[in-house]
Nanobody
Framework: VQLVESGGGLVQAGGSLRLSCAAS????????MGWFRQAPGKERELLAA????????YYADSVKGRFTISRDNAKNTVYLQMNSLKPEDTAVYYC????????????????????WGQGTQVTVSS
């Protein structure tokens, strides 16, 4: 599967962005999906994950209540709605896909993801 992120950019603190990740190749519903970010000098961290069905989600504490992950299997796309953005949210954001999950299973570790997008930059100014 090929993954292409879009929707990043520059936003003021308190603002919102919606990231999209379009998938092509194998049937999109075959993959559990996740959104990650990596800031300069820091490790890549999982922000949110969603099961193949879309029914189950996971959020890191750092974004819980501010970010929402969703997916549209008919459109082969996963989204990350980001609200109340903070300067510390500045990073490159990546979507990733895992081909080994069951229908309602979510993946919460980096090593479980098989495919990665190229990333999109999000910059939050204070």
């Amino acid at each position: 599967v090929q993954l292409v992120e879009s929707g990043g950019g520059l936003v003021q603190a308190g603002g919102s962005l919606r990231l999209s990740c379009a998938a092509s190749g194998r049937t999109f519903s075959s993959y559990a999906m996740g959104w990650f970010r990596q800031a300069p000098g820091k490790e890549r961290e999982l922000l949110a994950a969603i099961s193949r069905s879309g029914a189950n989600t996971y959020y890191a504490d750092s974004v819980k209540g501010r970010f929402t992950i969703s997916r549209d299997n008919a459109k082969n796309t996963v989204y990350l709605q980001m609200n109340s953005l903070k300067p510390e949210d500045t990073a490159v954001y990546y979507c990733a896909a895992d081909s080994g999950a069951y229908w309602i299973e979510i993946r919460t570790t980096t090593r479980e993801y098989d495919y990665w997008g190229q990333g999109t930059q999000v910059t939050v100014s204070s």
